[in-house]
């Protein structure tokens, strides 16, 4: 019976039924492959960018194939509608299937992908420049679409463009300062004198930190006001702006303190410069810090004697941190030698597998082993969770860094993200320089000069150990009033970052210092 009602059936029926049985055993196909054997195999992998491609794609291919399909099938049926305007409303809908799922793919992998990415690079313009993509992208994908639609059609567009182009001149013109601010905030991007987080001071002299820059404003969080003060990019740019976190995040403090001159000069230089040291927050050389730092700040309050027992651990835990970085660096300039040993004459097998040895080591006490993907057979790095390797020394550093009574919420969250970043930062640098030394066919001459840009990154960017952080007492004047003689003094020290405490952490730290001082010389002052 079925051949015969199959036989009585037009060709074109027939064709109609014969397509549409392929496109069902096609479409369960794909749908078996992608989801019942891609999907399983990518949740298996160490990162889920795979996973979520194939969920993003996966419907918008089913049903671009599907509509495909349907076009060629149905196109033997121009009997009963006319042929072009079923493959163009097909080939719409295709492209609205298309728009929407590049959209998709944007926000939910590249995006999500390239902001991750971007927390982990010293790149200061990319953490601005993707939510400017990530807004503009997406508009210009419907756009071209709903061009693309409108031709399919058969729409004549050259008086759309004729219109189009004289109201963008008009616009233009009447949303000029708004071009302005948006243009400027480009220029910022490009030339990027600060990024997030960066504390500046403003012309008119107060000081925030740098939230956000948007297409149009800048976010600036003011210290002193405790709000959000949003300035237009283009007045921002004309601005002469101070960037209080470059080169460092270290920020330099000098206050002036008067003393009745009741005490030998040298012996309040001492004691002033004595003070200064203990308070663990100011920067100086670690071991004169820790023997004074038992002798000062007794006789506070409880927060400040908690502040100075997690302050002696804290810096413990950073001489710890420093003695390694010191390790590192000299195995770093070891290895140089050696390779502008072995550079002279060219690399032999022998002395790379000699090179790698040594690199090895270098990586063990920075406190990665080297292990091979059983998935992708390539090397990577992983982790040792070595206590004595420098990366588990700077979190142990950080962790008592976050026991501080004085810091406040935002920065036990500030804290761990910036060292965290820049051991990120250390694994991507070290590997770099892996891949180039197992196969230094092309750059064999050059290996010495990129162990010694990453011995300077560790010293310049990843943590300074410098001379000049000292504090320095100076004595300024000899001052008379009332009967009284004063030494004037001026204080300099370094703060160890500036962001803390809503900015106010040199301020409590100065205040602690002046009030020490004070409690120590106040018993013996006397009018002259």
């Known amino acids: 019976m079925f051949p015969e009602f199959w036989f009585n ?144 059609f058969g729409v004549d567009l050259t008086g ?6 004289g109201a963008t001149f008009i616009i233009g013109f009447a949303l000029k300062d708004i071009l302005a601010n948006f243009f400027s905030g480009i220029v910022l991007l490009i030339d990027t004198p600060f990024q997030f987080g960066d504390v500046l001071r403003l012309e008119d002299g107060s000081i925030g930190m740098l939230c956000r820059i948007g297409v149009r ?52 230089q001492k004691t002033i410069t004595e003070v200064v040291l203990a308070h663990p927050d100011t920067l100086a050389n670690i071991e004169q810090k820790l023997s004074l730092i038992d002798r000062y700040y007794l006789e506070n309050e409880s927060s400040v004697q908690l502040q100075q027992e997690i ?64 998935d992708t057979f390539l090397q990577e790095f992983i982790e040792s969770q070595d206590s004595e390797a420098l990366i588990e020394l700077v979190r142990k550093w950080y962790r008592l860094w976050l026991k501080d009574p004085n810091l406040q919420e935002e920065d036990l969250y500030l804290i761990p993200q910036e060292w965290d970043r820049k051991i990120n930062l250390i694994k991507k640098r070290t590997y770099r320089l892996y891949q180039k030394i197992i196969n230094p066919q092309l750059e064999e001459t050059r290996l010495d000069d990129y162990v010694l840009e990453l011995s ?17 007492i100076w004595v300024t004047a000899l001052n008379h009033d009332e009967g009284f003689l004063y030494y004037q003094f001026q204080i300099n020290f370094f703060v160890d970052d500036i962001k803390l405490e809503y900015g106010k952490r040199g301020d409590r730290i100065s205040s602690q210092i002046y009030q020490e001082v004070l409690r120590i010389v106040q018993p013996n002052m006397k009018p002259v």
């Open 456 to 472: 300077d990154w560790f010293k310049s960017r990843f943590k300074e150990r410098k001379k000049w952080q000292d504090p320095q």
């Open 9 to 152: 059936l037009s060709p074109q029926i027939q064709s109609v039924i014969v397509h549409l049985g392929f496109l069902s055993v096609g479409f369960v196909i794909i749908y078996l492959i992608l989801f019942f054997i891609l999907r399983p195999l990518f949740r298996q992998l160490e990162k889920d960018i795979a996973l979520v491609t194939l969920n993003v794609s996966g419907y918008p291919l089913l049903s671009v194939f599907t509509i495909l399909n349907l076009k060629f099938t149905f196109r033997d049926l121009h009997f009963i509608i006319d042929r072009n305007i079923l493959e163009n409303i097909f080939t719409v809908i295709i492209i609205i299937i298309i728009s929407f799922w590049l959209v998709a793919l944007l926000k939910q992998v590249i995006i999500y992908y390239l902001k991750q990415y971007t927390q982990q690079t010293e790149v200061m313009w990319d953490d601005v420049l993707l939510p400017l993509v990530e807004a503009v992208i997406p508009v210009i994908i419907f756009l071209f679409g709903g061009v693309f639609s409108l031709k399919t």
């Open 160 to 165: 759309i463009w004729v219109t189009l182009g």
């Open 217 to 268: 404003v800048t976010q600036i969080y003011l210290f002193d006001n405790h709000c959000d003060v949003y300035i237009p990019n283009s007045v921002l740019q004309n601005q002469n702006i101070t960037n209080l976190s470059r080169p460092t995040s270290y920020f330099y403090y000098s206050r002036t303190l008067e003393i009745p001159a009741n005490y030998e000069l040298e012996y309040l």
């Open 311 to 374: 302050g002696k651990l804290r810096l413990l835990a950073e001489q710890q941190v420093n003695d390694k970085l010191e390790e590192i660096e000299y195995s770093l300039e070891a290895l140089v030698v050696t390779l502008q040993f072995a550079e002279k004459g060219g690399l032999t097998s022998e002395e790379i597998a000699n090179i790698i040895q040594e690199y090895q080591q270098v990586l063990e006490l920075i406190g990665f082993n080297i292990e091979e993907n059983q």
